[in-house]
């Protein structure tokens, strides 16, 4: 199953935030032994960094991003992917939500 994962989970993994911390380990778990597909969108990365630089330190923050880029489907977000022939991409992500293309 494809999940799109909401930055908040992945900070909550990388930041270690509670309450949340438990669920969002879980789920980053769950991707981990390939029990779920998780997928992240490409304009959510700069935010990741900004907010680990700025709540913990650079390292970390280049350490997150790395993480997401490894582990991660990253769901581009550009006017080739949400037009024309690319559009399938956010249809099957729509779908696999429930919200249909």
Same mark, same amino acid.
């Given at each position: 199953?494809?999940?799109?994962? $909401?930055?908040?989970? #992945?900070? $909550? &993994?990388?930041?270690?935030?509670?309450?949340?911390k438990a669920e969002a380990d879980a789920i980053w778990d769950a991707n981990r032994d390939g029990r779920i597909d998780a997928w992240m969108s490409a304009a959510a990365l700069p935010t990741l960094?900004?907010? &680990?630089r700025?709540?913990? $330190?650079?390292?970390?923050?280049?350490?997150?991003?790395?993480?997401?880029?490894r582990s991660l489907e990253i769901v581009p977000v550009d006017r080739t992917a949400l037009s024309g022939r690319q559009a399938d991409v956010c249809g099957? #992500?729509?779908?696999?939500?429930?919200?249909?293309a």
């Open positions: 199953m494809n999940v799109l994962l $909401d930055l908040n989970v #992945v900070l $909550d &993994v990388v930041l270690g935030r509670e309450p949340s960094f900004y907010v &680990v700025k709540q913990a $330190d650079l390292a970390r923050a280049h350490l997150a991003v790395t993480n997401c880029l099957r #992500v729509g779908a696999t939500l429930g919200g249909g």
